[in-house]
């Protein structure tokens, strides 16, 4: 069985076509965005391009689309997408007058985690928690081997559970989500100021100057014994710790599988918050449970979309 | 179809014979336990004996039993059980000797999230979280409209989510645990402590001494202006709203039952606690969602351990 997955990134447009059984790429393209402000429909055109490129034939059962932004629920509505700077737009209706009816949107989080568990560093796993740590935080929850989106497809949102009440602002406009301390984004902006108000790192030299210091050279000062850098990633591990120790200890998966260009980029970062992660995780919890790195890099969301749009019943636009 | 649910307290067993198409309670019985410190072996034929009482003529499919303690799996050992203090116990063995095969230990805030999901506060709901502060703080989690018990059934742990790294020490020997700020048992006993060291309280006053202070009485002084009781109550709140809110922003339900001792004894803390969960749950779950109280009071677990085992294949004691 074939289907199309396509992933609607920061700078371009990916699709791929897939033999779901066998959980395998045959043919990939891309396509980058023509402006910063891309509209809707512009957007909806591209992933036809994309689509009809890597499936001339029209051999697909349907196209699956990771998103990354909220939806709502199974109705096609992108509630908000930061990346586009899109609210309440109903980009499922605009994409299917492109592709046809069998066509889904997923948060590119659950495209993942389920891409994850269907062929990836969970496969063949019942329960599984995927959390990427990238520009920004997300998650997908992976239950009985079946994605679990949520009652409204905001499942897995670990990025906005609060880990200081009050604490730092997010880019959703909240105090004390997860993502205010350790994204990418958040990361980079942080130190930046603080090193523009007099703080001194190893990381500006590393990087050439205040502009250019972002997580991965935090890391390799950190690694280096760098003082600022040290108590920075004190901080940010102690928070990713507690929050994926918590989601854990809630929902109990037997496997945790992390991913992002953060976690990634910066592995003394990823090594000091599994750390806490043990140390903070309900501790029968740890029994049967490991942690492992993203086994499909860039394509999880591809693989996971394609896979849950050929298993899934055609569906109306139910709220 | 007829089953019985068992539910096994701090201070007795008690069993119904449950008519699980309907929902109905159809024959009730209860025995307290003879002493403090009773053997896996006396409470299994006490199990006995009150499930003969209510189903004399074994009309029954099987016999669900919620049990206060950490489960292995499917393997029908009891990991730890503060109520009993047992460790490491095969206690379904002994309850199938006296029972029968058809015999199954569920967490008790499994059975009790499954009875509410399928009788009670979130009846005909999906996707429910269901929490109950009371002596401990437990939760179980309904997905799909099927109990989800976790890889290791160690599903819903959420008193055991981390709300302050380093904090206060827990009765499950970690630290910083939602239940070591806001179950009743460590409510009560950091009040007392803190009245004994010179704190003063109107809640010593309507307790008749501070050796009497309770949740309870707490949240009578809170009510009426208390400086101490208001600043506790300010914290325990902010604590339990806050693991409220990262529950539902991570799992998504649609309905969030609460329960418990504490919640229904302390009603300013209630209210409290679900103004800070809207305050810090990821704005966008908040549509569709709401927040009940438990509609099935202390007959939830015998209900839900009822539906449960009629509901379920017979299993072996795989892990």
């Excluded at 992002?260 to 980029?265: A, E, H, L, P």
């Amino acid at each position: 069985m074939l289907a199309v997955g396509v992933d609607l990134g920061a700078t371009n447009a990916r699709a791929a076509l897939i033999d779901v059984d066998a959980g395998k790429v045959l043919a990939e393209t891309k396509r980058p965005w023509p402006s910063h402000d891309v509209a809707p429909s512009a957007v909806a055109s591209i992933v036809g391009t994309v689509v009809r490129e890597v499936d001339p034939k029209n051999e697909r059962v349907g196209v699956g689309i990771g998103f990354a932004g909220m939806l709502r629920g199974w109705s096609g509505v992108v509630v908000i997408a930061p990346n586009f700077g899109w609210k309440e737009i109903d980009f499922r209706s605009l994409v299917r007058a492109e592709v046809g009816e069998r066509c889904e949107l997923y948060n590119d989080l659950n495209a993942i985690a389920y891409g994850e568990a269907r062929y990836g560093g969970a496969r063949g796993v019942r329960d599984v928690v995927c959390v990427y740590v990238g520009t920004g935080v997300g998650g997908g929850l992976v239950i009985n081997g079946q994605l679990y989106a949520g009652a409204t497809h905001l499942g897995g949102e670990i990025g906005h559970t609060k880990v200081i009440p009050g604490g730092r602002l997010c880019g959703c406009g909240m105090r004390g989500c997860l993502e205010a301390y350790t994204s990418g984004r958040n990361i980079q902006k942080r130190a930046q100021e603080e090193l523009r108000g007099g703080e001194r790192s190893l990381a500006v030299e590393l990087a050439g100057g205040i502009d250019h210091v972002h997580a991965g050279f935090l890391d390799e000062a950190a690694r280096r014994g760098d003082v600022y850098a040290g108590r920075l990633w004190e901080e940010v591990s102690t928070l990713l710790g507690m929050a994926l120790a918590n989601a854990v200890t809630l929902c109990n998966p037997s496997r945790l599988v992390m991913g992002g260009g953060v976690w990634q980029g910066a592995p003394e970062l990823a090594r000091r918050s599994i750390a806490r992660l043990f140390e903070f995780v309900n501790q029968p919890s740890r029994e049967g449970f490991e942690v492992v790195d993203t086994a499909l890099g860039d394509s999880a969301g591809m693989l996971g979309a394609a896979a849950l749009i050929a298993g899934q019943p055609a569906r109306e636009g139910e709220g």
